[in-house]
């Protein structure tokens, strides 16, 4: 085997959060890019997946552990890498060639080459005609297009792509997809290797060699699949169907273990709080409608495909819904607790009712009412993200407040004013 | 011939860029002559400036010499923006780049550009009298600096807040693919700033006018600060009771704003419209006929072209930049730090030397000055409030019908730039002739020269009102009166509460020169800070003029403060239409 191109040994990753506290985001990753794949990275919103992109970009430094290329550590930016931005990213004050020369000027090339590797850069993704257009007048998969074309530009060994399809509609997507795997494939050309990461399990199967699956919180490698199918793949083929079917059982296991972690029950450890997963309530309301349309139940990845909700995204609610004790999910299925089926059977006054005797199963949502009482009815945003930064130092505190005021407000817990930035009785 | 000769000296490079569009000659007759009268200008100033100082400004009134009175006023007015331009390029890029100086600078600049500092304009001039004793060059300077004084701030802080919000991915694409510092600044940052900065800069520069007029016609007591300009030919014009050359310096006046509105702001917008980020606000695009002919003239694309060829080739830079990692070098900081503390120590010197010369100001004086800033503070919230009074309706009018807001906006823009106090003291001679007392017309004019601002935000305001929240009043059939109160009202509120704290902020500059006025040998006042000032600095009172320019300063600040700051807050949560 040859010399992996990149490789990350013991990367930690922390950025400084509020009050003085550090956000862990990257725990112990260690991880090879290899000559001549593609390497997919998944994992849920917020897992730290485009922060070991940017790792491996040198565009923020590790904490802890190091970042190789070729063997040498890296000090700033990665020489042979170029990135591929989910936003695009195009400077809209340049056309599209100024957006491809622009970074080539930055290297100092000398004109004639310059003119000419902007010139096949802008060829190889098929935009010839559009130099001159200004990047307000393309298309979104045109923009990308263009983005690509700026990353091969300064040919670079490894290609980095930050969710690069998500902001483009599914055909295009799918043309852009089967594009650079033709660009990939040239083997006489960079980019060797391409480090994608994406958030739909059918694309990291169409695309990779390897499928990187981050968890957790600090997230960590949680385990890496090989992808042995052959190219070109079909996604209607029975083992492309069965190991898109086996990444799903991974993700969903890592994220919804059967065995039952988030007990709605007083846990025995005082001080444990159960981090809030970040789910809206009409959210967790409509997985609910859903599932009863369904007969009380359904396969997850069903609810996934039908409401075309990214899974991650049906993954937090499922949680949420399961934290509050209204659904099971006994292996990938999801079905109606008995209290989920009262609560679906009642008036919205019955439904609040339950809602909040639900929420008082939390601990965190107890501990907000003490404060509350103990404060005689007033109490201050600011005090309250203290007090979640202390008792979660893992979770980010605002969004944490937010889901909170959000299922308090749903259970007429409590109420809360934005503008004083107080919680107060209903 | 000319052509000819351009094709040889740049060769066939020039070729590979040149648009498809038709250039056309004539055009290009145009630029030659638009040079060769900046080039004019420039020897006509050199000139003036070394002329020795005269007793009294010899001002020609026929109407022939205004065309070179207004070049007089133009350079002037270009001479401060760029050193304002300049300053903010600096100040502001420091303080973006450096924390430390962040802390400091960025509450100096949000007090300065709030304090009204037409109040310094006498300490200032005192100040380069002293130091300028032969020669124009001392009151030309100050001029100049007071112009500087009221442009720099606001466009210092549109760029700094520029910087600060580069959007995340376009500053990781200049680091990832390894611009430096300067190549960023150039291709990122400037750009991404340029359309704040040319709204700024619009703004700042009828603020310069207004003070340019004031300075030009400026005078203490017995003498006479006054520079030949337009504002200087009014003043002369007045004095004299000429009818006609007041006329002619109007014309002229407002011949040099729509000047400057047709043959600057209106390309320079048009342009800055491609620095526009995609996401922002679909507003109607706005259109130049300037800059379509420059666009098609062949010699502007070649000096541009020539200008851009011209960037020196550096060497190659090796890769991993020093900056990537966001890590100061000790250098730098040492440097920035030692930088700043020279600021901070001018300023506390400035500060102390300050107090040490009010402390010759009794109690019963600083009694007086209170109650005269009582007075002026008065007269600055009549005035916004007679303002909002006529604005409110005739704004909304406009800014909620598509059509006249097309229709009118351009008139309402010509006119607002004009600098209202070029007409202050013809109106006063006016209106007390009439009967008007100055303590009523001195409230008048500062409606005059402030209500623009109010009519221009409520005027955006309203047109930022939602459709969708309009059609829902007019379906469950609102009615006028409480289509007004419940959606119309609240809805510019934020854009009021802006148009308020830049209105008073005028009001409050223009308390300076209309408390006091000399006309004919004959000095008319009312009571007043602003008519202390003056005062104070013809008795040659330090004392006094620093402690009424301080109060008055120190009273803007804390209104802001106590009054402003908190609608504004409850402007941005309760009332913000798009949150």
Same mark, same amino acid.
């Given at each position: 085997?040859?010399?992996?191109?990149?490789?990350?040994?013991?990367?930690?990753?922390?950025?400084?959060?509020?009050?003085?506290?550090d956000?862990?985001?990257?725990?112990?990753?260690?991880?090879?890019?290899?000559?001549?794949?593609?390497?997919?990275?998944?994992?849920?919103?917020?897992s730290?997946?485009?922060?070991?992109?940017?790792?491996?970009a040198?565009?923020?430094?590790?904490?802890n552990?190091?970042?190789?290329?070729?063997?040498?550590?890296?000090?700033?930016?990665?020489?042979?890498?170029?990135?591929?931005?989910?936003?695009?990213a195009?400077?809209?004050?340049? $056309?599209?060639?100024?957006?491809?020369?622009?970074?080539?000027?930055?290297?100092?090339?000398?004109?004639e080459?310059?003119?000419?590797?902007?010139?096949?850069?802008?060829?190889?993704?098929g935009?010839?005609?559009?130099?001159?257009?200004?990047?307000?007048?393309?298309?979104?998969?045109?923009?990308?297009?263009?983005?690509?074309?700026?990353?091969?530009?300064?040919?670079?060994?490894?290609?980095?792509?930050?969710?690069?399809?998500?902001?483009?509609?599914?055909? $295009?997507?799918?043309?852009?997809?089967?594009?650079?795997?033709?660009?990939?494939?040239?083997?006489?050309?960079?980019?060797?290797?391409?480090?994608?990461?994406?958030?739909?399990?059918r694309?990291?199967?169409?695309?990779?060699?390897?499928?990187v699956?981050?968890?957790?919180?600090?997230a960590?490698?949680r385990?890496?699949?090989q992808?042995?199918?052959?190219r070109?793949?079909?996604?209607?083929?029975?083992?492309?169907?069965?190991?898109?079917?086996?990444?799903?059982?991974?993700?969903?296991?890592?994220?919804?273990?059967?065995?039952?972690?988030?007990?709605?029950?007083?846990?025995?450890?005082?001080?444990?709080?159960?981090?809030?997963?970040?789910?809206?309530?009409?959210?967790?309301?409509g997985?609910?409608?859903?599932?009863?349309?369904?007969?009380?139940?359904?396969?997850?990845?069903?609810?996934?495909?039908?409401?075309?909700?990214?899974?991650e995204?049906?993954?937090?609610t499922?949680? +949420?819904?399961?934290?509050?004790?209204?659904?099971?999910?006994?292996?990938?299925?999801?079905?109606?607790?008995?209290?989920?089926?009262?609560?679906?059977?009642?008036?919205?006054?019955?439904r609040?009712?339950i809602?909040?005797?639900?929420?008082?199963?939390l601990?965190?949502?107890?501990?907000?009412r003490?404060?509350?009482?103990?404060?005689?009815?007033e109490?201050?945003?600011?005090?309250?993200?203290?007090?979640? $930064?202390?008792?979660?130092?893992?979770?980010?505190?605002?969004? $944490?407040?937010?889901?909170?005021? +959000?299922?308090g407000?749903?259970?007429?817990?409590? +109420?809360?004013?934005?503008?004083?930035?107080?919680?107060?009785?209903? | 011939?000319?052509?000819?000769?351009?094709?040889?000296?740049?060769?066939?490079a020039?070729?590979?860029?040149?648009?498809?569009?038709?250039?056309?000659?004539?055009?290009?007759?145009?630029?030659?002559?638009?040079?060769?009268?900046?080039?004019?200008?420039?020897?006509?100033?050199?000139?003036?400036?070394?002329?020795?100082?005269?007793?009294?400004?010899?001002?020609?009134?026929s109407?022939?010499?205004?065309?070179?009175?207004?070049?007089?006023?133009?350079?002037?007015?270009?001479?401060?923006?760029?050193?304002?331009?300049?300053?903010?390029?600096?100040?502001?890029?420091?303080?973006?780049?450096?924390?430390?100086?962040?802390?400091?600078?960025?509450?100096?600049?949000?007090?300065l550009?709030?304090?009204?500092?037409?109040a310094?304009?006498p300490v200032?001039?005192?100040?380069?009298?002293?130091?300028?004793?032969?020669?124009?060059?001392?009151?030309?300077l100050?001029?100049?600096?007071?112009?500087v004084?009221?442009?720099?701030?606001?466009?210092?802080?549109?760029f700094?807040?520029?910087?600060?919000?580069?959007?995340?991915?376009?500053?990781?694409?200049?680091?990832g693919?390894?611009?430096?510092?300067?190549?960023?600044?150039?291709?990122v940052?400037?750009?991404?700033?340029?359309?704040?900065?040319?709204?700024?800069s619009?703004?700042?520069?009828?603020?310069?006018?207004?003070?340019?007029?004031?300075?030009?016609?400026?005078?203490?007591?017995?003498?006479?600060?006054?520079?030949?300009g337009?504002g200087?030919?009014?003043?002369?014009?007045?004095?004299?009771?000429n009818?006609?050359?007041?006329?002619?310096?109007?014309?002229?006046?407002?011949?040099?704003?729509?000047?400057?509105d047709?043959?600057?702001?209106?390309?320079?917008?048009?342009w800055?419209q491609?620095?526009q980020?995609?996401?922002?606000?679909?507003?109607?695009?706005?259109?130049?006929?300037?800059?379509?002919?420059?666009?098609?003239?062949?010699?502007?694309?070649?000096?541009?072209?020539?200008?851009?060829n011209?960037?020196?080739?550096?060497?190659p830079?090796?890769?991993?930049?020093?900056?990537?990692?966001?890590?100061?070098?000790?250098?730098?900081?040492?440097?920035?730090?030692?930088?700043?503390i020279?600021?901070?120590?001018?300023?506390?010197?400035?500060?102390?030397?300050?107090?040490a010369?009010?402390?010759?100001?009794?109690?019963?004086?600083?009694?007086?000055?209170?109650?005269?800033?009582?007075?002026?503070?008065?007269?600055?919230?009549?005035?916004?409030?007679?303002a909002?009074?006529?604005?409110l309706?005739?704004?909304?009018?406009?800014?909620?019908?598509?059509?006249?807001?097309?229709?009118?906006?351009?008139?309402?823009?010509?006119?607002?730039?004009?600098?209202?106090?070029?007409?202050?003291?013809?109106?006063?001679v006016?209106?007390?002739r009439?009967?008007?007392?100055?303590?009523?017309?001195?409230?008048?004019?500062?409606?005059i020269?402030?209500?623009?601002?109010?009519?221009?935000?409520?005027?955006?305001?309203?047109?930022?009102?939602?459709m969708?929240?309009?059609?829902?009043?007019?379906?469950?059939?609102?009615?006028?009166?409480?289509?007004?109160?419940?959606?119309?009202?609240?809805?510019?509120?934020?854009?009021?509460?802006?148009?308020?704290?830049?209105?008073?902020?005028?009001a409050?500059?223009?308390?300076?020169?209309?408390?006091?006025?000399?006309?004919?040998?004959?000095?008319?006042?009312?009571?007043g800070?602003?008519?202390?000032?003056?005062?104070?600095?013809?008795?040659?009172?330090?004392?006094?003029?620093?402690a009424?320019?301080?109060?008055?300063?120190l009273l803007?600040?804390?209104?802001?403060?106590?009054?402003?700051?908190?609608?504004?807050?409850?402007?941005?949560?309760?009332?913000?239409?798009?949150?």
């Amino acid at each position: 085997m040859t010399a992996p191109i990149c490789e990350l040994r013991g990367v930690q990753k922390h950025f400084p959060g509020s009050r003085g506290k550090d956000i862990r985001v990257l725990e112990d990753i260690n991880l090879k890019v290899l000559q001549d794949e593609i390497l997919c990275i998944l994992g849920p919103n917020g897992s730290g997946k485009s922060t070991l992109l940017r790792l491996i970009a040198g565009l923020t430094p590790p904490t802890n552990g190091e970042v190789r290329y070729h063997r040498n550590k890296l000090v700033g930016l990665n020489p042979g890498v170029a990135m591929v931005f989910q936003d695009f990213a195009l400077y809209p004050w340049m $056309t599209v060639e100024e957006n491809v020369r622009v970074v080539l000027r930055a290297r100092d090339l000398p004109e004639e080459e310059l003119r000419e590797r902007a010139h096949q850069a802008i060829s190889k993704v098929g935009l010839e005609g559009f130099e001159e257009a200004f990047p307000r007048e393309l298309s979104r998969g045109f923009k990308q297009r263009v983005g690509v074309a700026r990353a091969l530009a300064v040919d670079p060994e490894v290609l980095v792509m930050d969710e690069p399809f998500s902001q483009v509609d599914a055909l $295009t997507a799918e043309a852009l997809r089967a594009e650079l795997l033709d660009i990939w494939q040239d083997a006489e050309r960079n980019p060797n290797s391409i480090v994608v990461v994406s958030h739909s399990i059918r694309e990291a199967v169409l695309m990779s060699d390897r499928i990187v699956i981050l968890s957790g919180n600090p997230a960590h490698i949680r385990t890496i699949i090989q992808n042995p199918l052959p190219r070109p793949r079909s996604s209607r083929a029975p083992e492309f169907l069965k190991l898109v079917d086996r990444v799903h059982d991974i993700i969903t296991s890592a994220e919804l273990p059967d065995v039952e972690v988030t007990a709605p029950i007083p846990s025995k450890v005082p001080e444990a709080i159960e981090p809030l997963p970040h789910a809206a309530s009409p959210d967790i309301l409509g997985l609910l409608e859903f599932l009863e349309a369904q007969g009380g139940s359904c396969d997850l990845f069903q609810v996934a495909a039908q409401t075309h909700v990214p899974f991650e995204t049906v993954l937090t609610t499922v949680k +949420a819904a399961e934290m509050l004790d209204f659904v099971e999910t006994p292996k990938r299925s999801l079905t109606f607790s008995p209290i989920g089926l009262r609560f679906m059977a009642g008036d919205m006054d019955k439904r609040k009712d339950i809602w909040r005797a639900q929420l008082l199963q939390l601990r965190l949502f107890r501990v907000v009412r003490e404060m509350l009482q103990l404060r005689e009815g007033e109490l201050s945003k600011e005090e309250l993200l203290h007090e979640i $930064t202390l008792r979660l130092p893992m979770e980010d505190a605002e969004e $944490t407040f937010e889901t909170l005021v +959000a299922w308090g407000r749903f259970g007429e817990l409590f +109420a809360y004013r934005e503008e004083m930035e107080v919680l107060t009785f209903e | 011939m000319i052509n000819q000769f351009l094709n040889n000296a740049w060769g066939q490079a020039s070729n590979l860029f040149s648009a498809p569009i038709r250039r056309r000659r004539w055009v290009d007759l145009l630029v030659v002559a638009a040079l060769a009268g900046i080039v004019m200008g420039l020897v006509l100033v050199a000139r003036e400036w070394t002329v020795l100082q005269r007793p009294v400004v010899e001002i020609n009134l026929s109407p022939w010499a205004l065309p070179k009175y207004a070049i007089l006023s133009f350079a002037r007015a270009a001479v401060a923006f760029v050193i304002s331009a300049a300053f903010t390029l600096v100040v502001a890029y420091w303080a973006a780049r450096d924390p430390l100086a962040e802390r400091f600078l960025i509450p100096i600049l949000d007090t300065l550009q709030s304090v009204p500092l037409l109040a310094f304009m006498p300490v200032i001039l005192l100040a380069m009298m002293s130091l300028f004793r032969s020669s124009n060059v001392g009151i030309e300077l100050s001029a100049v600096i007071i112009i500087v004084t009221c442009q720099a701030w606001n466009m210092a802080f549109s760029f700094y807040q520029s910087l600060k919000t580069v959007p995340k991915e376009l500053d990781e694409v200049s680091r990832g693919f390894g611009m430096n510092w300067s190549q960023r600044l150039r291709w990122v940052e400037l750009p991404y700033a340029t359309p704040g900065l040319v709204w700024n800069s619009m703004v700042s520069v009828a603020n310069g006018w207004f003070f340019l007029m004031a300075a030009e016609a400026f005078k203490l007591g017995s003498r006479d600060f006054r520079l030949p300009g337009l504002g200087a030919y009014m003043s002369v014009a007045v004095d004299q009771g000429n009818v006609r050359a007041q006329v002619y310096a109007i014309v002229a006046m407002l011949t040099l704003v729509i000047l400057l509105d047709q043959l600057i702001w209106k390309p320079v917008v048009a342009w800055s419209q491609r620095f526009q980020m995609d996401d922002a606000v679909k507003v109607e695009k706005r259109r130049s006929w300037l800059l379509r002919l420059l666009r098609r003239s062949e010699i502007w694309m070649r000096v541009r072209r020539a200008v851009t060829n011209l960037v020196p080739k550096r060497q190659p830079r090796p890769l991993a930049p020093s900056d990537i990692s966001e890590e100061h070098t000790a250098f730098q900081r040492v440097l920035g730090g030692t930088m700043l503390i020279l600021v901070l120590l001018a300023l506390a010197f400035g500060g102390v030397k300050l107090v040490a010369v009010m402390a010759g100001v009794s109690s019963h004086e600083w009694l007086r000055l209170l109650q005269a800033g009582g007075a002026s503070m008065a007269r600055v919230l009549t005035s916004t409030f007679l303002a909002t009074c006529w604005t409110l309706p005739v704004g909304l009018w406009i800014g909620l019908s598509p059509t006249w807001s097309r229709r009118l906006q351009p008139y309402v823009q010509v006119v607002a730039s004009f600098p209202a106090s070029i007409l202050f003291v013809a109106l006063i001679v006016a209106l007390q002739r009439v009967g008007v007392n100055l303590f009523s017309s001195s409230i008048l004019l500062m409606t005059i020269s402030t209500q623009w601002y109010l009519l221009f935000n409520i005027i955006a305001g309203a047109q930022a009102v939602p459709m969708n929240l309009r059609e829902a009043a007019k379906a469950y059939r609102f009615g006028l009166w409480k289509t007004s109160w419940k959606l119309y009202f609240p809805a510019i509120f934020p854009f009021l509460v802006t148009g308020w704290v830049t209105a008073t902020g005028g009001a409050w500059n223009a308390s300076i020169i209309t408390e006091i006025v000399q006309f004919r040998g004959q000095t008319y006042t009312t009571f007043g800070l602003g008519a202390i000032v003056t005062q104070a600095a013809d008795e040659g009172n330090i004392p006094l003029l620093a402690a009424a320019a301080i109060l008055m300063a120190l009273l803007v600040v804390l209104f802001n403060r106590l009054v402003w700051a908190p609608l504004y807050r409850l402007a941005e949560t309760r009332y913000s239409v798009n949150r």
